[in-house]
């Protein structure tokens, strides 16, 4: 996951809700969301490479996302899969705030990430590279939030711009369909609003799309989550196919009628 912007404790009636674009490369298999046959009460994709997912919900409305942490010099070969982070939590009993207890002593063995953990009752943002931050490990208050591949709330343009469409879209009531529109956007920022991560500016400009699309990575999942406050849970992917061909949608419950929706 490399953009995710959410609600937590805002809406009434849903205390959360998250719209997600996951970016990876184009040759990694993947499947789509699903329920997962050896773990039947998780529904997500599923990487199916090194295992693990990057967001998903459980049949008792249970949360987990992840997003890496952009810093190439530091990245190690040798580190396990950040993916893990989320399915174990899925397919956990533990609380969130247990949980990030438990994974808080060798959180340093992965290459970077920023991962929340819903267990219903807190949203816990964790990340092992952003200690310095206050917020780090504790549960969120109530607010709208953007993520990306720095620290929460980071002041990247496409945070920046998604999080207040985001806002927008929810003050309005806006229907599914229009959320997966503010997740295509292939804008990308000027050259003076791009961050300096380490990876070059050609590779800046490519990244700093809210959709990104480039020969060989891109945006392969965007995804729409929505716990209600009875504990159901609903997930709606998007699987973008890097060709003309239109993007399937998959999902565990009814998909709703889509309309055409103006950014």
């Known amino acids: 996951m490399c953009l995710i912007v959410f609600a937590w404790q805002v809406i009434p009636g849903s205390p959360l809700i998250a719209a997600a674009n996951r970016d990876e490369f184009y040759a990694r298999p993947t499947a789509p969301a699903n329920w997962w046959e050896d773990q039947p009460d998780i529904y997500a994709g599923r990487d199916l490479q090194d295992g693990g997912t990057w967001i998903g919900i459980t049949r008792g409305g249970r949360f987990a996302a992840i997003t890496n942490v952009r810093a190439p010099a530091e990245r190690r070969a040798d580190a396990p899969t950040r993916g893990t982070l989320v399915s174990d939590f899925l397919g956990s009993k533990q609380t969130a705030a247990e949980y990030i207890a438990e994974i808080d002593g060798d959180a340093e063995k992965y290459n970077g990430f920023n991962l929340l953990v819903g267990d219903g009752k807190e949203l816990i943002w964790y990340s092992n590279k952003n200690a310095e931050d206050a917020r780090n490990g504790q549960p969120l208050p109530p607010g709208i939030y953007g993520l990306s591949n720095a620290s929460l709330d980071g002041c990247w343009p ?16 806006a229907p599914d369909a229009c959320f997966f529109d503010m997740l ?40 729409l989550v929505k716990i209600r406050a009875n504990g159901s849970a609903m997930l709606h992917e998007r699987v973008a196919v890097p060709s003309d061909s239109p993007s399937r949608i998959h999902t565990h419950a009814k998909s709703p009628s889509e309309s055409r929706c103006s950014r």
Not at 158 to 173: D, H, M, N, Y
Not at 192 to 216: H, K, M, N, Q, W
Request: glycine letters at 8%; aromatic letters at 6%.
């Open 184 to 223: 295509s956007d292939t804008t990308r920022a000027g050259d003076c609003r791009l961050p300096s991560t380490g990876v070059g500016i050609e590779l800046e400009r490519v990244l700093s799309a809210v959709f990104i699309e480039s020969p060989d990575y891109g945006t392969r999942n965007s995804t």
């Open 158 to 173: 496409k945070v920046v711009r998604t999080k207040a469409q985001f806002a927008s879209l929810l003050c309005q009531g």
